[in-house]
């Protein structure tokens, strides 16, 4: 099992996550951040410190979200790994919370 990043990280990115993993399994974009599954332990430390609560586990995964677990797959092995929290986008409050974000996703 997995965890998976979701639609309201998108132009959040808030990256309080990326600081309690101890596998350094996210991966950053330019406006969202991405779980690589093959190497997320299933630690469950990074879904309570999302600010924006857009991390899920994979058996919790509501099922109008289920393509973010294979586009998270498909995007850490594209993107480089982050390992140390960074500030957020000035407009991350402005964006945290508005439905259907995936077209705003930079890849």
Known sequence: MTYVVTDNCIKC?????????????????P????????ECIDCTLCEPECPAEAIYSEDDL?????HFLDLNAELAQKWPVITEMKESP????????????LEHLER
């Open 13 to 29: 990115k808030y990256t309080d996550c990326v600081e309690v993993c101890p596998v350094d399994c996210f991966h950053e974009g």
């Open 31 to 38: 406006n969202f951040l991405a779980i690589d599954p093959d």
């Open 62 to 66: 509501p099922s109008e979200m289920a």
């Open 90 to 101: 000035a407009d991350a409050e402005q964006w945290d919370g508005v439905p259907n974000k």
